[in-house]
């Protein structure tokens, strides 16, 4: 500890001398405000991240796994939301559980945290309710294992940082409109204007607005995006951003819960693709609202104070229709249905202030971040459950056809009022022990608190974690480096137990190593990694308590193992791609294979490539592949039964063209193949995938 203080306060006046000893350099320093900018190339790679350190470290120079989706991948294969997108990132799972949640997650263990510019926002129930469009994001950093550092609490899975667009300092247009299978119109502008003639002072407005159809029976939703934000350079060595991000997820004929996959007997249930348990009535209604900004301050030297603020407001206004239960394959009876109406609102304030820079010690140059953070939870939830009472007997027939009456919703409850805080103080040195060698040695401290309760269930604890990182990188040539690190994992969980009151926290520890390479300058990454990551007392879903009507879970250990292989960026001059396969075996301490919904391989390729004779001409494809799951489970009359989804592949097509360099067409064919298959199995119900579609776009571009 009294060497990590002397190496912080010679760290700090290192910055004070640098600052003071040439302020006309403080003053031609480039801001660093969020990272680097990918919109204005063509690349499928970035050469800085900072979701893992704070640092602009290079990918190769960061001892863990980290992947990026830019601007212009974003485009190329419209991933107009963040499903879509995700969908495409090696290593990573996009589970829809629902029409309108979604679960995430990577080397086997959910993912529980997004993070905007940096700053991380986690889920209210470990799930993202609603989908959010990616017109605001200029790119996104995806960095796997346990990202203890910077996150209030560890998850050995990956933490998802999405990299805002911010003003240009020179004007900056551009728009489309699209229209596709199932009637999908999407329109989108996104303007950017200096306000003097030196750019210091700039705004940015950004606009989506989507409405569609969908292949599910009596599923449609209508999203609206809107986003602005300014920012100043009071200095030439100070900037500040303050901005503005909404948007409305309204759907109907939406789903809670999905299909029962077996009969009473344990036999599966042969299902059109379109089959939905969702009447027309059914609704989610979220609303996101954020406030945001952010002070940078260079100090010189390669020096850098950032104090950043996030205020999130949800909204959610829901009627839902849920089946528990398994009917019978002769009379179609056997559900037990629930209809309820949910009104709830989620309020977040995330702050976060760091120091950032470079020293001298002992005559090499270091690096140092130190920083603390806190974040603010309110959450609560009114019920209108009377209607469950309503609910006439149901065959399955009349379920799949939306015959289920809608009730009238009243007498909305309090049912759910909690109150999360956590603090947590981080720092991080990089040490040049060599020109080759970096060791990399840092910490955080998290107290994490929780009163308040939920359906009846106390929801409080008071925990606090001491979690160390260690890393390390070695250049054995001027193209290829090899890396380790190691993390601990604390996380406190609100999952509910046999006795309806939350699991104890989450313990475990994360080790990774590997080698990294890159080229053209950083504008070609590629990475081997294996992995091990072991978690005790997970939440794991065992089963659904009507009487309660709540989830059930138990604590289980679990331990996955993989190796991961990825590359990125620039392979030729006219050919762009990111792919990579993982292979992972996650197994309890007997050595039994746990989490079986998760795939133990998934591949992933996205590539675009320009013949040379014809630059306006862009022709892609991209292939998204996961191995067999399955799921055990038990009927409600008793009867043991597994479900599987067998392994598939999902083929994508793109192709685009320039008719002026103003103006693009392009054509998206996503499942060439037509492929059906179920979603997800994480829990005992489910439903399909999307069948195949096309999408037209015209964009213009200033």
Do not use: C
């Amino acid at each position: 500890m009294t060497a990590t203080l002397a190496i912080f306060a010679a760290a700090a006046a290192a910055a004070s001398s640098a600052a003071a000893e040439d302020p006309e350099a403080r003053r031609n320093e480039t801001i660093v405000v969020t990272g680097e900018r990918t919109e204005a190339n063509q690349d499928y790679s970035t050469k800085e991240q900072t979701t893992a350190t704070r640092l602009p470290l290079s990918r190769r120079e960061t001892p863990q796994s980290v992947s990026v989706v830019t601007r212009a991948q974003i485009e190329d294969f419209q991933l107009n939301d963040v499903n879509a997108l995700l969908a495409t990132v090696p290593g990573v799972n996009v589970q829809a559980v629902e029409t309108d949640r979604i679960y995430y997650s990577a080397r086997g263990f959910d993912i529980q945290t997004f993070q905007i510019d940096g700053l991380g926002l986690p889920f209210a129930f470990g799930v993202q309710t609603g989908s959010l469009d990616t017109a605001i994001f200029d790119h996104v950093e995806v960095l796997k294992g346990a990202p203890g550092l910077l996150s209030p609490t560890g998850n050995p899975s990956a933490v998802i940082n999405f990299v805002r667009k911010r003003p240009t300092t020179d004007l900056h247009a551009n728009a489309s409109a699209q229209y596709g299978s199932f009637d999908n119109v999407r329109l989108d502008g996104d303007v950017s204007v200096p306000l003097n003639a030196s750019g210091s002072l700039r705004v940015r407005g950004v606009g989506a607005f989507l409405d569609t159809d969908s292949y599910l029976d009596r599923y449609h939703l209508r999203r609206w995006t809107g986003y602005g934000v300014v920012e100043a350079d009071l200095t030439p060595s100070t900037t500040v951003s303050v901005g503005y991000a909404y948007q409305s997820h309204k759907t109907r004929g939406s789903m809670w819960g999905a299909l029962p996959l077996t009969y009473d007997d344990g036999t599966r249930i042969d299902y059109k693709r379109s089959a939905s348990e969702g009447p027309d009535w059914a609704h989610w209604n979220v609303t996101s609202r954020q406030i945001f900004g952010d002070v940078t301050q260079q100090l010189g030297g390669d020096w850098i104070v950032k104090i950043s603020a996030i205020r999130n407001a949800n909204s959610e206004y829901d009627n839902l229709f849920y089946v528990a239960g398994n009917p019978n394959r002769t009379t179609g009876l056997g559900f037990f249905p629930y209809i309820f109406g949910y009104k709830s609102q989620t309020r977040d304030l995330t702050l976060d202030g760091y120091v950032a820079g470079k020293f001298k010690l002992l005559g090499r140059e270091h690096e140092v971040t130190f920083g603390f953070n806190r974040g603010a939870q309110y959450y609560n939830q009114y019920e209108s459950g009377d209607a469950a009472l309503e609910v006439p007997d149901l065959t399955l027939t009349d379920i799949l056809a939306g015959h289920v009456p809608k009730p009238t919703f009243t007498d909305y409850s309090l049912q759910l009022n909690t109150h999360r805080r956590r603090e947590s103080v981080y720092g991080l040195v990089r040490l040049s022990l060599a020109d080759p060698l970096k060791l990399l040695l840092g910490a955080n401290y998290t107290h994490a608190e929780s009163d308040g309760y939920s359906y009846g269930a106390p929801e409080a604890f008071s925990q606090s974690k001491f979690l160390p990182f260690v890393g390390g990188t070695y250049d054995f040539t001027a193209n290829l480096t090899t890396y380790v690190s190691y993390a601990k994992i604390f996380r406190p969980q609100t999952e509910l137990g046999a006795d309806h009151l939350p699991l104890t926290p989450v313990l475990g520890d994360n080790l990774e190593a590997g080698i990294k390479g890159e080229w053209f300058g950083g504008r070609l990454n590629a990475s081997a990694a294996i992995w091990q990551a072991h978690q005790k007392n997970l939440a794991e879903y065992v089963g659904f308590d009507p009487d309660t009507f709540s989830s059930i879970y138990e604590g289980i250990d679990a331990r996955s193992q993989g190796i991961e292989f990825e590359i990125a960026g620039q392979l030729t001059k006219d050919l762009q791609l990111t792919g990579g396969y993982t292979i992972l075996r996650i197994r309890d301490p007997q050595g039994n294979p746990v989490r079986t919904y998760e795939p133990r391989q998934t591949a992933r390729l996205n590539l675009t490539w320009s013949p040379p004779a014809l630059d306006a001409l862009k022709l892609g494809a991209a292939i998204q592949y996961q191995s067999r799951v399955y799921r055990d489970t038990t009927t409600s009359t008793g009867v043991d039964a597994r479900v599987t989804q067998g392994g598939y592949a999902l083929f994508d097509l793109m192709g685009s063209y320039d008719l002026t360099r103003h103006v693009r067409l392009s054509l998206n064919l996503r499942n060439v193949g037509n492929v059906k298959y179920l979603t997800t199995l994480h829990e005992d119900q489910a439903f399909f995938g999307a069948p195949r579609s096309v999408l037209g776009t015209i964009g213009w571009k200033y």
